[in-house]
């Protein structure tokens, strides 16, 4: 039999010394660190927030995506200026994860592991560090999915069956869309990189370093990716535009960009700015080679050396926020914020059609796709790393760097970094 939430607070207050903090009758103010649209997710769950507690005030600081994780980086390190609790996108999440910042959310009074079996299982496997701590709380994720045009498809005599057997096959029928319809593949070959080096990845395997921090560049899958990338800039099938760009945008407007292998909030992305007038003409299946990985989420956090005065209150939020299925449910309606809370899987809004796909029930797609992906061992350099394997590809690309001497020199500078 489940406590009442009240009692469970009232024990998490008592245990962290907080007695009569929750129900204080002084205002206290939570202070929310978060980065666009998330920062609009929470503000739009105050309204409930506040019916619990209107005596406890949340102010959100927002700021832009990379300033967010700049300031966090600062605050983290110094102690200064930091807030309750932070949000952290999960390319972010390995850089905090392995260091000492974070709150040990799988310890009493919080017990996060108790937690696990209501969230998508790669999400919250990647809140755990290497000691074995619980550092964040997933919220939402983005399911890896293909996003392809079927007007240009079909000018190429091509269906969606043709992009999907194998990397190999997507490529093939990439040039038959060029020679078609003069349209590229995609936007930048980057992207296959991106997308193949995940390929294949076992249970807690980390993607560029092990869990002791050795070095993984060198593995068959890094060789696939940046061959198949190679064959792509080769063929001329990449418009070598980099993603947001106006160059990048234009293409999807115009229909020079054929496919997109992205995350599922593309879709949302697509329709609300980058190319609403494309409306009906995408459509969206699983990633080539029956591939499932994650394509980015957003996660909940409280640094340890917050104002333990207001930790209750600040876990009792990220409960709210990840736990209510009503809010994650808004949070996808508005937001495209895909859910990380699996009770919210069932609901009918999952097999509605999805006008800007001309009526494909996609979310059901990435719902199968979010239930296979594998989660990876996250690592403080892995940011790092995607810089260094991206200027190599990039050596390959456009100087003809041999592909095995591009990873080599890629791994002998991770190395040097894999221990900082």
Known sequence: MRASRRKVLAGLAASLGLSGA????????????????????????LPRWRAMHP????????RAYADHHTAMTTALSTSVHLPDVMALEASYLGRYSQGEGLEDLSRPPYEAERLGSRFVPYAFDQTRNRRGGRVAV?????????????????????????LTPSWEAYVEAGAR???????????NAQSVKDIVIRSGLQPGE????????????DAPRFHRAFALARQVRLRKLDAKVNAWSNEWAEGFRRGTIATDLTGAWMVGQLANWVAPGTKGLWRVAQLPEQT????????????R????????????LIQMLTLTPALQLEAFKSQDAFPA????????????????????????VWREAARRITATQVHKQTNFADEVIGTELDNVLEQGKDIGRALADARRLLERRAHR
């Open 22 to 45: 929750v129900h204080a009758s002084a205002r206290t103010t939570l202070r929310v660190a978060a980065y666009p649209l998330i920062d609009e997710i929470v503000r739009a769950a």
């Open 55 to 62: 005596q406890v005030e949340v102010q959100v600081i927002s």
């Open 138 to 162: 997933p919220t939402d994720i983005g399911p890896g999915t293909l996003l392809y045009r079927t007007d240009l498809l079909t000018r190429a005599g091509l269906g969606p069956a043709d």
């Open 177 to 187: 869309i060029k020679a078609a319809t003069g349209a590229y593949l995609i936007g």
């Open 206 to 217: 980390g993607l560029y370093f092990d869990k002791d921090s050795r070095v993984l560049v």
């Open 292 to 303: 499932f990985v994650g394509y980015g989420g957003s996660f909940y956090a409280m640094p």
């Open 305 to 316: 050396r917050a104002d333990p005065g207001r930790k209750a209150l600040g876990w009792e």
């Open 341 to 364: 809370l699996v009770e919210t899987h069932q609901d009918p809004f999952f097999e509605q059609p999805v006008a800007f796909l001309g009526g494909q029930p996609a979310r059901v």
